[in-house]
């Protein structure tokens, strides 16, 4: 079952980049990590702000909504992921926004992306 749950997770991954290109974002880094300290799903820029995505799947809603699964304790986690990012990158951004991207796979594919979640 996990390995179906890692193919379920990256193949949002690839429909989020898809989606969030379509709507201007430049993709910068795809599951960045650090030193096991927590994961970003996807960095990227827009115009002169970076922006910090956690994408959430699933194949059907039996297990509840994509975006149940972000709670206070990853937001947090991507916080602290976000603030070791930025000491390791040097460029100068004008903002910083989090956001999270829901997919739902069946009986559509249904994409849905947040802005500002912190």
Excluded at 42 to 61: D, G, M, P
């Amino acid at each position: 079952m996990k390995s179906q749950n890692k193919d379920t997770g990256r193949h949002g991954e690839e429909l989020a980049r898809e989606y969030l290109q379509k709507k201007g974002l430049k993709i910068l880094h795809t599951n960045w990590q650090i030193h096991n300290q927590g994961e970003i799903d996807i960095i990227a820029e827009q115009r002169n702000t970076l922006v910090f995505i956690e994408v959430k799947t699933r194949s059907s809603l039996d297990f509840g909504n994509p975006l149940e699964a972000i709670d206070n304790k990853k937001l947090e986690q991507m916080k602290k992921t976000a603030l070791l990012f930025l000491s390791q990158n040097k460029k100068h951004y004008d903002n910083i926004r989090f956001d999270a991207v829901s997919i739902l796979l069946k009986p559509e594919i249904k994409i849905y992306h947040l802005e500002n979640i912190v």
